[in-house]
């Protein structure tokens, strides 16, 4: 694995690490990522979609909160290990669950041997691990 990008953000010292996986998973992943130390400068963020499914584990709390893109009034809180489905649109979630992450980007396609269901069922969704893979899944 090679390491693609570190670097300080204004608001502080923080560490973004993206590696790409080795021989056995790069058909599926195309990266594993992580943050360490974000302190965000605005307590909100747009995702912009990309299409992929994106495992998401937040290792400073239990949760991670999403908003609902057309009214930032409305939210739902999930545990801290989500499945980000494939996106049509962008989405906006909560900066203050960002401060230490680990994540896997997968392929298109690529985590359909991982995933109970199709993936297409996961589409503009985010679903906690545990309800997608029970409790064993965290």
């Known amino acids: 694995m090679t390491e693609v990008e570190r670097r300080s953000v204004p608001t502080g010292t923080a560490s973004f690490r993206a590696r790409a996986p080795g021989p056995a998973l790069a ?7 992580s943050w360490d130390g974000y302190a965000p400068p605005r307590g909100m963020e747009r995702r912009l979609p990309t299409g992929t499914l994106e495992l998401v584990v937040n290792l400073r709390a239990d949760r991670l909160r999403v908003y609902d893109p057309d009214d930032t ?3 739902r809180t999930l545990s801290g290990s989500v499945v980000s489905g494939p996106h049509s649109g962008h989405f906006v979630i909560d900066t203050a669950c960002q401060a230490s992450m680990v994540g896997v980007h997968f392929r298109p396609g690529g985590a359909r041997p991982f995933l109970p269901l199709p993936a297409d069922r996961l589409r503009d969704l985010h679903v906690s691990v545990p309800a997608l893979w ?5």
């Open 73 to 75: 009034g409305r939210a």
């Open 27 to 33: 058909e599926f992943v195309e990266l594993f990522w």
């Open 134 to 138: 029970g409790r064993g899944g965290r």
